[in-house]
């Protein structure tokens, strides 16, 4: 069996990052999600362990010291982390793991695991990305200006990425992440052991 490998989507809040690794998840059943852990309080229908695992800054700190992350940041206010056996264990058993995490985490993940894909999620227009983090309708006035704000500078980094995929129509997006995957999963690079098997 081959091993699977980790599938890094990240873009500025509001683009559809969310939304968009909901669908995969339905849509194709060899995806797994790294549930990240996060300082931030969860918000209205958010589910423990399924959205996020929400930990105080002291469990955070702890699991920081005992090396139990892949990567962590301080995004926007809070503190954000991928838990890292539960990663490494999915890699093992093949599967493809999907990592929802912003800019700063991706550059630790770029460093360890080579092996990784990144992709970069853009909003159609930077208006619309304003309308999309108001719409939700689940931050403050100050956080959406913070989270705004933090979008351009989020920007900046796309060319540290292997793929863009622009969120318009989410069909669209899907399947374009979706074809990404299928090239990604045929690299020679990924399967020695099989192709050592036909060609010995
Ligand atoms: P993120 O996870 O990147 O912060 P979300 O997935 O929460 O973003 O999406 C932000 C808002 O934009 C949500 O209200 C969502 O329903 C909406 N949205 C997501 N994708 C699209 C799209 N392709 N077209 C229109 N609205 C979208
Ligand atoms: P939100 O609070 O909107 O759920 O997420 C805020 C930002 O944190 C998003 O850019 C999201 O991708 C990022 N994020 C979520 N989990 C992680 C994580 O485990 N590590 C890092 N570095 N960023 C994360």
Known sequence: MSKGFLLVIS?????GKGTICKELLKRNKELVFS????????RKGEKE????????????????????FIEYAKVHTNYYGTPKKFVLDQIDEGNIVILEIDV??????????????????L???????????????????EDIDIRYENAFKELKFIHEYDYFVI??????ALEE?????????????RHKTIIEKIIP
């Open 104 to 121: 700063q985490g991706a550059l630790q993940v770029k460093k360890a695991y080579p092996e990784a894909v990144f992709i970069f999620l």
């Open 11 to 15: 873009g500025p809040s509001g683009c």
């Open 49 to 68: 362990g399924v959205n996020y695992f929400f930990i105080d800054n002291k469990k955070f700190e702890d699991m920081v010291k005992n090396n139990q």
């Open 167 to 172: 969120n318009d129509d989410i069909i669209k």
């Open 177 to 189: 992440i979706e074809s990404i995957i299928i090239a990604e999963k045929a690299k020679v690079k």
């Open 35 to 42: 549930v990240s852990a996060t300082t931030r309080k969860p």
């Open 123 to 141: 909003p159609p227009s930077m208006d619309e990305l304003k309308n999309r983090i108001t719409g939700r309708g689940t931050e403050s006035k």
